[in-house]
């Protein structure tokens, strides 16, 4: 497996999530994007599900699972619960990491960068292809990962009430989604970060509750 590194997106406060997102998703440098729901997000309220119905398209959907399931800090709560019981149900005691990785299966969220042969508007054609681009092409998604018992990121700054999202890329493509994020902060306003290696945490899962609860 190719190894990861980590780029922060940043913003003030968890209002500024949404948003942030919507940037980052519709960004010129973004050739295509992958947005799925899975258990136990789906039809999570009966208000997501009346709303959902209505959506448009997937980042209107996504924007309405933010603001139901990850805003909404009790139902969030309940979510979190759900989804370490449906995980070690599923896979055993697992170690808090194992959990973090399991957390694309209820919110999977992925960006993909513009080929070098597809620069976007606005670009210089050969500035672009001269970036420090992936030989295989594969390579050039990345993963946000949006964990249910930390979305706002509190591992990366405990005392600080900003929001933290980290944006998992492969290590062959570091260079380039470096390059991302600082056009990405330039256009935006946002804060970016290379936090590089993944923060890891050792707490254990067992019965679907953290051990030391």
């Known amino acids: 497996m190719t190894p990861q590194l980590s780029i922060l997106l940043q913003a003030?406060?968890?209002t500024s999530l949404i948003p942030?997102?919507?940037?980052?998703?519709?960004?010129?440098?973004?050739?295509?994007?992958?947005?799925?729901?899975?258990?136990?997000?789906?039809?999570?309220t009966?208000?997501?599900?009346?709303?959902?119905?209505?959506?448009?398209?997937?980042?209107?959907k996504l924007e309405l699972y933010l603001h139901h399931c990850i805003l909404n800090d009790e139902t969030r709560r309940r979510l979190a619960d759900q989804h370490r019981r449906l995980v070690v149900r599923r896979k055993g005691p697992q170690e808090a990491e194992a959990l973090d990785e399991a957390a694309a299966e209820a919110l999977d969220l992925r960006l993909r960068l513009r080929l070098p042969d597809q620069p976007p508007a606005g670009i210089s054609a050969p500035w672009y292809a001269a970036l420090p681009w992936p030989a295989d092409p594969m390579e050039t998604e990345g993963r946000i990962l949006l964990r249910l018992d930390d979305p706002f990121g509190s591992r990366w700054q405990p005392k600080d009430d900003g929001v933290r999202v980290e944006l998992r890329v492969p290590a062959t493509a570091h260079g380039v989604w470096s390059a991302w994020a600082e056009h990405w902060s330039e256009r935006t306003g946002y804060v970016t970060r290379n936090q590089c290696e993944p923060r890891s945490r050792v707490r254990r899962i067992v019965d679907g509750r953290y051990a030391d609860e």
């Open 20 to 44: 942030m997102l919507r940037e980052a998703f519709s960004d010129p440098w973004i050739g295509s994007y992958q947005v799925g729901f899975g258990p136990p997000l789906v039809g999570a």
């Open 12 to 14: 003030d406060g968890p």
């Open 46 to 60: 009966t208000a997501l599900r009346q709303a959902v119905k209505s959506a448009p398209d997937a980042l209107a």
